[in-house]
């Protein structure tokens, strides 16, 4: 048997389906939103900002909120956004007709703010006479509001969560501790070195050679 080919109907309600996605961005970037869909013998199209509508078929609509930092490509229906703020988050609605009306493209917004600060580490480390070894304590903390994941990296073995407890034997030397906090368009890490000692130890990065490191994943 065979399959014949695929009406323009059924085309353009996979490209619309391939098309719903999310896109995250930080504060003060600018976005490209695509139609998805193909331009051609379009007779209405318009973008919505949740129920509200922002842009229509060759114009964008001066909408409080987007005020000066839309764009509409009038040859492909994308709608740039400019000069993002954490306010743009939401969800974006391409709405078109070709004779009827097609399949709405819809596009996720998630702006974030970048991780600008690195993160502190405390704690401490005791002698466990019963093990031979010691018991370290690690918390991982940042003086922001931003919304941050960590992870730990010891070797080559990685944890999750903002506090670490590990059991570090006298023959493994210094050991590194590498904290990273870390969103969907930055990371920041701080490392700090351990010894495992009898002595008890306060572990704070002003007291142990840290390392910082800043990467824009966006």
């Not at 954490?86 to 493209?105: K, N, Y």
């Not at 919304?147 to 006298?170: A, C, F, H, M």
Request: proline share 3%; with cysteine.
């Amino acid at each position: 048997w065979t399959v014949g080919p695929l009406s323009l109907n059924s085309l353009t309600s996979i490209m619309a389906l391939s098309c719903q996605h999310v896109l995250h961005k930080k504060v003060g970037d600018t976005v490209e939103l695509s139609s998805c869909l193909p331009a051609e013998g379009v007779t209405a199209a318009k973008w919505k900002y949740g129920v509200s509508m922002i842009a229509d078929i060759d114009k964008t609509v001066d909408e409080k909120q987007f005020k000066g930092r839309l764009k509409l490509n009038p040859s492909n229906f994308s709608l740039t956004v400019r000069e993002l703020t954490l306010q743009d988050s939401g969800e974006f609605s391409f709405v078109s007709e070709v004779r009827t009306q097609r399949d709405t493209v819809s596009v996720t917004l998630k702006v974030h703010n970048s991780i600008t600060k690195q993160p502190n580490l405390t704690g401490n480390s005791t002698w466990q006479t019963f093990t031979n070894s010691c018991m370290v304590l690690l918390q991982c903390s940042v003086n922001s509001d931003i919304d941050v994941s960590y992870n730990w990296t010891v070797g080559k073995e990685i944890r999750n969560g903002p506090r670490l407890q590990y059991d570090l034997k006298t023959q493994d030397g210094d050991t590194e501790f590498t904290c990273t906090i870390y969103n969907p368009v930055s990371e920041m890490s701080t490392s700090t070195t351990v010894k495992c000692t009898i002595n008890p130890q306060e572990i704070n990065t002003s007291r142990y050679k840290s390392v910082s490191a800043y990467q824009d994943i966006s």
